[in-house]
């Protein structure tokens, strides 16, 4: 290693020796002390640009690998900026590879100091191969290729605002030139491809889509790879335009897929180029209609090339080639599902058998895989019932040990989750709530209310499985989980639902023990629908006061206000109530909560103040909820993971059983 | 020099992982979920101890928690700190280095038998260890996450040929040389060049300027 100075080298034995991260960080401030004199000596002057003249190339150059070198390992570094420029602007080669190293390794492209970068940057990317250096020309040449990566590659790395505004015309003209050497265009694009990230629609896609066609001529793999990546950002920003290179795309593909067409060196245990392939199907993964045009030359070779990767894909030997393999077989499943219901049919059978194989293998990376993209290709028009199949298998990973897999089988089971299934995916998702791990817990608590409710054919077994739910973990329901609950049964006054939540929440509320959760929805359930049950043996008024009152002391404030509503319900409906109510009223009267206070004052207040029917009007039965379009679970889903879930798809599509129920409250 | 640890044996004899049996959204939701910013986020090195050995950020660390919120990531092709307040430069650091040491927290607590895949805040760690490092790449959901696997394994390919029979004090003593390998490799975010004789030959030409 020619460049590495035996400083340098000691320095970091010292360093390792360190016994204790206290000595390190002294022999590290020590250093840093020693450095900041050696570039500020104090006695002698400083150049126009702050760096010390005296300071021989080699020094220059120990001293700022020492600097990047303790900024690695975690210390701040704060000065030397102006050292690191004038190595930067240096014409020597071996200067201008640490100053550029430091400079993308030290400093933010926020940093003012950029500035004063901007031209030798521009400098150093514009020299050509064709500008000639004095003398011996082949040499000159080659070197400035070697300087135009570095200033690319820093471009690349930091690419702060100001920077762009200044550089993305002389990146761009570079990375079309004909006369830039593959290294330079391939990190030209990539330093493209950072700029239009950080500065979104940078370039026009109508006048720069021509430009990416002849780029994609190239049949150097490596300047393919790096352009591939540009083509698949700006095509996701602006999709339409470049929607004519897709006959480009398909016809490389083809070539490697097909015919294998590949140089030796891009072969990755015998597979072309894999990296590029994926690339490839990411860039197609754009155009969803791609293939409904039947009368395009690209469509059936597109066709013929996913077929083909779908039917070779195999397991090998080598786990590195399986890897390779598998990885494209699953980004080409990918563009199945982009397809969607364009895609024909049996192509969209075959994945899901292959999926199907997966998912059942030991291997764990592919078996998560394998669920993951069923998941996805599940919610395609017609393919539920492929993957519902598979629904014992799927339950099995449900309780695998490892939590990646984990997800993903609550994942599918929540998409696959149907009518006819709904009962017994459910159960056994509350079955595994009670052994699972805190971190999946609200997510599943969430998951299963919101399948009962979409699913339910018996609206009790909704209820039922809410209590369930809470019983197990009612720490993870929260309170949007259970206002839902007395929503639905507001919302249903056919049939004895209204009677059985009422009778069920009057059982699950009776030991002495309950959870907060389940006191909050039976004092409301109770106070709205009790007097459904009370004629039934034992369910009296009096007996539901009881019943609620015994957690009185152990209940939260909110809880206690909810229940203070109640009391005042039944003391309006049974006559057995009020002496039994009054004196709680009373001691609560002075309360420090405030609503507690009021509520008490009121209700006490209110059997004086107004007409037995004014009472009668104020402690009625609430009206039906408004169905929004969008439930509060939904918007919690929503938040927790993303537009993008298929969970949140799923969700927000109402089920058979839900229209159904929203035509029996219409009537 | 004294070798603490070595990747020659662990590369030849990776461990056969067999199947135990031999074999064979809706679309517009899949291709937004395209158009979201897909890319690597860092690349880490790290021993058992936790000590880091590589650290190569290509976007820097979201420093808020709203930028963790799934929905907020999700506009159009924004990178995440497109949306965070303008952060100092140590406040950039220190988020680093706290993320770095739980990611090392999470890669060293699985199992051998778990999946290489971690799914963490709303990006997605892909990890393997190799003798005493750990190495994890960080991408988004939408990545293709066995790709990069096989794009760790690449890296060590290449360090190995480099090095011949590298070992981690290797690393150490040489780490301009790993980051400028690296760069042939990986930028903005990316795979620049996958062919193991290109990258390696360039390098070695770029040394000789020098």
């Known amino acids: ?667 | 020099k004294t070798e603490l640890s070595s990747f020659h044996t662990c590369i030849l004899h990776q461990p056969r992982n067999q199947y135990a049996a031999k074999i064979k959204a809706t679309p517009s939701h899949e291709s937004d979920r395209i158009k979201s910013i897909i890319m690597i986020r860092f690349f880490l090195l790290q021993n058992r101890q936790g000590k880091t050995r590589l650290s190569k950020w290509y976007v820097p660390p979201p420093t808020n928690t709203s930028n963790n919120n799934p929905s907020s990531s999700s506009n159009g092709s924004q990178i995440p700190y497109q949306n965070a307040s303008y952060t100092t430069t140590n406040q950039t650091e220190a988020e680093k280095v706290r993320i770095e040491s739980e990611v090392h927290r999470l890669v060293t607590s699985r199992d051998k038998k778990y999946t290489n895949f971690i799914e963490y805040n709303n990006y997605k760690l892909i990890y393997r260890r190799y003798a005493g490092l750990f190495f994890t790449i960080a991408v988004d959901v939408a990545d293709n996450e066995l790709s990069y696997l096989e794009s760790i394994h690449l890296f060590v390919e290449l360090l190995d040929s480099y090095f011949a029979n590298v070992c981690e004090l290797d690393i150490v003593f040489n780490f301009n040389k790993v980051y400028s390998i690296l760069d042939e490799y990986m930028l903005a975010g990316e795979i620049e060049e996958t062919s193991k004789r290109e990258i390696l030959d360039r390098v070695k030409f770029l040394e000789k300027l020098e």
């Not at chain 1, 990539?190 to 026009?204: F, K």
């Open chain 1, 1 to 667: 290693m020619s460049s590495q100075a035996r400083g340098l080298n000691n320095f970091i034995s010292d360093l390792r020796n360190s016994k204790s991260r206290e000595e390190e960080s002294n022999r590290v401030e020590v250093e840093l002390a020693k450095i900041r004199k050696k570039f500020n000596p104090g006695d002698s002057k400083l150049a126009a640009d702050g760096s010390n003249p005296s300071l021989s190339s080699y020094q220059r150059k120990k001293y700022v690998w020492k600097l990047v070198y303790i900024h690695v390992l975690g210390y701040e570094v704060d000065f030397g900026h102006a050292e690191v420029l004038a190595l930067v602007r240096s014409a020597k080669y071996s200067e201008k590879v640490v100053g550029y190293a430091a400079l993308s390794l030290l400093l933010r492209g926020s940093d003012p100091v950029m500035a004063s970068v901007i031209g030798t940057l521009k400098a150093d990317l514009t020299a050509g191969p064709g500008d000639a250096a004095r003398g011996k020309k082949a040499k000159g040449a080659v070197k400035n290729d070697a300087v135009q990566c570095l200033a690319l590659c820093s471009l690349a790395n930091i690419a702060g605002l100001e920077l762009i505004q200044a550089m993305h015309v002389e990146v761009q003209r570079v990375l079309v030139a004909p006369s830039s050497t593959e290294q330079v265009r391939k990190k030209a694009a990539l330093c493209l491809l950072r700029l239009t990230r950080t500065s979104p629609n940078l370039l026009s896609g109508r006048e720069f889509a021509p430009r990416v066609a002849n780029l994609l001529q190239d049949q150097h793999l490596g300047v393919l790879t790096s352009v591939m990546s540009l083509l698949s950002c700006l095509a996701s920003q602006q999709t339409p335009e470049y929607e004519g290179l897709i006959p480009h795309v398909v016809h490389i593909l083809s070539k490697l897929v097909m015919k294998k067409n590949c140089a030796r060196d891009y072969l990755y245990y015998r597979t072309p180029s894999p990296w590029l392939q994926i690339k490839l199907l990411k860039f197609l993964q754009l155009y969803p209609n791609a293939i409904e045009n039947n009368t395009a030359e690209y469509t059936s070779q597109l066709i013929n090339v996913v077929s083909k990767i779908m039917i070779e894909t195999d397991v090998s030997e080598s786990i590195n080639k399986s890897n390779a393999d598998h990885a494209i077989l699953f980004e080409a499943v990918n563009l199945i599902v982009v397809w969607g219901p364009t895609c024909p049919v049996e192509m969209r059978e075959g994945a899901m058998k292959i999926l199907g194989k997966f998912i059942s293998v030991r291997e764990p990376n592919i078996r998560y895989l394998g669920l993951m993209t069923m998941a996805k290709l599940a919610q395609i028009e017609g393919s539920v019932e492929g993957a519902k199949k598979h629904q014992a298998t799927v339950l099995v990973s449900l309780k695998d040990a490892d939590i990646s897999v984990r997800r993903r089988a609550l994942d599918l089971l929540f998409v696959i989750c149907d009518t006819d299934n709904a009962e017994r995916i459910v159960d056994e998702l509350v079955a595994h709530l009670v052994v699972a791990d805190a971190s999946i817990r609200e997510e599943m608590v969430l998951k299963i209310a919101i399948l009962a409710e979409k699913y339910a054919t018996d609206l009790r077994w909704y209820v039922d499985t809410i209590l369930k739910l809470i019983s197990i973990s009612g720490d993870y329901v929260s309170d949007p989980i259970w206002h839902r609950v007395v929503q639905i049964v507001t919302n249903h006054p056919q049939g004895d639902l209204q009677g059985y939540a009422a009778a069920t929440l009057f059982v699950a509320v009776s030991p002495h023990r309950a959870h907060e959760t389940t006191v909050r929805i039976a004092a409301y359930i109770l106070g709205e629908f009790g007097f459904l049950i009370a004629e039934r043996p034992g369910m009296s008024g009096e007996e539901q006061f009881r019943v609620l009152h015994q957690h009185w002391f152990t209940v939260d404030m909110q809880t206690r206000a909810i229940l203070i509503s109640t009391y005042a319900k039944l003391a309006n409906l049974y006559e057995e109530c009020r002496p039994l109510v009054a004196p709680v009223f009373a001691r609560s009267k002075n309360s420090v909560n405030v609503e507690i206070q009021q509520r008490c004052a009121e209700y006490a207040a209110m059997r004086e103040a107004f007409s037995p029917e004014a009472v009668e009007d104020l402690l009625r039965e609430m009206p039906p909820f408004e169905d929004r379009r969008r439930s509060a679970l939904e918007l919690r889903l929503l938040e927790t993971e993303g537009e993008n879930s298929a969970a949140v798809a799923k969700a927000s599509v109402p089920s058979a059983v839900e229209e159904q129920r929203a035509l029996q409250m219409m009537q």
